[in-house]
């Protein structure tokens, strides 16, 4: 079936420095979102990718969707300790209704 | 707004119990599901919902049940309870029933089974 695979698992970052995780499918999406978990907190939606090659920004966020539309990723530009945390990507299975997410990038930020 | 309510925040069951993990949500969204959170393994799906009547069996359905009576709630049940079901198990609802629509979760659900 179809599998998303995000790295780094993780992340060790000095404060001030970019960094980027990166999602790969299996299988072409039709879209991509993206997630940020706080620690002991629960997911929260921050972007949609749909079309091939997008680019979209947040800030210090870059987010990119690959032009196969199999790969994706988060690019955060002098990291900050706000962002810490577990961030994931989701992709929708083309069988039906479910949403499968990767295994997180889990980011820690070292003062 | 509430948004998405899970409770209890956490719990902790015997082996061989059952309970039920309560979700609702009071954005009228059609779309509910759940997921498990086990460190290292994302989030998987265990079941899902396209509408009140309507579930369906997600990546890891096995030990759980779940009804969707109203469009409202959807809760989860453990029929009877296993240590390989200790996670962190987060309720989520979408719009529609369609892909391109953000995904709300619930606070969790933090359950221990020794």
């Known amino acids: 079936g179809q599998q998303v695979m995000q790295i780094p698992q993780y992340q060790h970052v000095q404060e001030g420095e970019d960094f980027t995780t990166y999602c790969n499918s299996s299988t072409t999406l039709s879209n991509i979102q993206w997630y940020k978990q706080r620690p002991g907190g629960h997911p929260v939606f921050l972007i949609q990718l749909v079309k091939s090659g997008e680019v979209k920004k947040q800030k210090r966020l870059t987010f990119q969707f690959g032009e196969a539309k199999k790969n994706s990723s988060l690019h955060i530009t002098a990291t900050q300790t706000t962002d810490v945390g577990t961030y994931f990507c989701a992709g929708p299975r083309a069988a039906g209704n479910k949403l499968t997410f990767g295994g997180g990038t889990r980011v820690l930020v070292k003062p | 707004n509430a948004g998405v309510t899970q409770t209890p925040k956490f719990q902790v069951l015997k082996t061989g119990q059952s309970m039920t993990l309560q979700c609702a949500q009071d954005?009228?969204?059609?779309?509910m599901s759940w997921y498990r959170q086990d460190p290292g393994m994302g989030l998987r799906l265990i079941h899902y919902s396209v509408g009140a009547g309507i579930t369906d069996q997600g990546e890891v359905p096995n030990g759980y049940n779940v009804s969707r009576s109203t469009t409202e709630d959807f809760p989860l049940r453990l029929l009877s309870a296993a240590p390989s079901q200790t996670s962190v198990y987060f309720c989520?609802?979408?719009?529609?029933?369609?892909?391109?629509?953000?995904?709300?979760f619930g606070q969790g659900t933090r359950l221990t089974v020794v």
């Open positions: 989520a609802s979408r719009r529609q029933a369609q892909m391109n629509t953000e995904a709300f």
């Open positions: 954005m009228n969204h059609e779309y």
